[in-house]
């Protein structure tokens, strides 16, 4: 019978990273809530409290909680000599990147390159110099990322040293989507 008996659950690259994804949320919100006020008295929301409402949830800059949604990304198929990957536009709620993930089996793989520091609000044509060009098409995924610590330097190198969290949407989904690039 199966009583005590276990089922492997096999692991992909996206259960790796949506898992990772939720342990970073997780301790973000620990964080956040071992750096709240120990005032006992009602307080008007924060603008940071009205962006979690909304989706997406803050992060912790030194203490000061970050907007890590909404955020949106938007992102063509398009055509390249495979050294860079443009994002048409994407939309922060705080100073961020755009981080290009290869392609994992059909999921967010490795970043293969990032943005510069972006404002908040919405940037367009962004223009992300990939670390290695692209030698054959195929698909690539560009995603929002916060600058949680405030340096304007990207860092994110998971499972190990994540500093810049993943923005996401206004329905709490990582802010990422799919574009096909052909190298031509």
Request: glycine share 14%; with cysteine; charged share 20%.
């Amino acid at each position: 019978m199966g009583v005590g008996r276990t089922i492997p659950v096999e692991e992909t690259p996206m259960r790796s990273l949506m898992i990772r994804l939720l342990a970073m949320l997780a301790a973000l919100m620990l964080v956040a809530a071992a750096c709240g006020d120990d005032d006992d008295t009602a307080s008007e929301p924060t603008s940071a409290e009205d962006d979690s409402a909304a989706g997406g949830g803050t992060g912790v800059d030194g203490g000061a909680e970050v907007a890590m949604g909404p955020a949106s990304v938007v992102a063509e198929d398009q055509d390249s000599d495979g050294s860079s990957v443009v994002v048409a536009s994407v939309t922060l709620p705080s100073p961020g990147f755009i981080a290009v993930h290869g392609d994992g089996g059909g999921s967010p793989g490795p970043v293969i390159g990032h943005s510069d520091l972006l404002p908040a609000g919405e940037s367009t044509d962004v223009v992300v110099m990939l670390d290695e060009a692209l030698v054959e098409s195929g698909v690539v995924f560009p995603m929002a990322h916060i600058d949680v610590d405030g340096d304007g330097v990207y860092e994110f190198f998971p499972p190990d040293e994540t500093t810049d969290g993943p923005a996401m949407t206004a329905d709490g989904a990582v802010a990422v989507v799919p574009a096909i690039v052909t190298v031509g």
